[in-house]
């Protein structure tokens, strides 16, 4: 029985690893877009943590949602 058990909190573990790893990539993903989209715009301190989440991806994939 703990066997089974621990098998199935393995596989959920990873399967939270992956969707959070996903999210995050996606929001990176909304986070150069609006970088892109933006670029016309006078420069503001949103814009340049913007910029810093381009090389630090928890901070871009945050920022992609918001």
């Keep these: 029985m703990s066997q089974k058990l621990d098998d199935i909190l393995a596989i959920g573990t990873v399967a939270g690893f992956f969707t959070v ?3 995050l990539a996606l929001g990176w993903i909304f986070n150069v877009m609006a970088i892109w989209h933006s670029i016309d715009n006078p420069i503001t301190a ?3 943590l913007r910029c810093i989440g381009i090389f630090v991806l928890p901070i871009g994939g945050i920022l992609g949602y918001l």
């Design 46 to 48: 949103k814009f340049i």
């Design 21 to 23: 790893g996903a999210a």
